[in-house]
């Protein structure tokens, strides 16, 4: 991972420990024979095997990137690698478009954040 990609899973981590859901880095997939390294996974957004997030700032990896975690039936979401400070009210918006998709209740901050999304 570049420097950049350690300070977005480090934020990724934070927003993790924050808001309590899974986030896992980095993440792995098998692509004919070769192993595809993505920033990371969240397992209870996105679609029932969660979103992985791509920060490959390579065109040609970040597609195929896309395609093997579309073909395995993740959920993907590109994103650029900053060296931003953790947002919480970003973040949460983020995961609210993403969606919760675990059969776990959500956090209480998520159902306060979709009455909100639905009123505005």
């Known amino acids: ?3 950049a990609e350690e ?3 480090a934020h990724w981590r934070e927003a993790a420990n924050d808001l ?4 896992i880095s980095p993440f792995t997939l098998e692509d004919r024979g070769e192993t595809l390294s993505y920033l990371g996974w969240l397992p209870q957004f996105g679609s029932q095997r969660g979103i992985l997030i791509v920060t490959s700032e390579d065109s040609a990896l970040r597609n195929r990137q896309l395609y093997v975690a579309d073909a395995h039936g993740y959920a993907v979401s590109g994103m650029f690698a900053s060296f931003d400070p953790y947002d919480r ?3 949460i918006g ?3 478009d993403w969606g919760w998709s675990s059969s776990e209740p959500p956090p209480s901050w998520y159902a306060q954040a979709v009455r909100e999304n639905q009123g505005a």
Request: proline share 0%; charged share 25%; aromatic share 12%.
């Open 1 to 3: 991972m570049t420097a």
């Open 7 to 9: 300070h977005e899973a």
């Open 20 to 23: 309590e859901f899974k986030f």
């Open 89 to 91: 009210d970003v973040t």
């Open 94 to 96: 983020v995961l609210t």
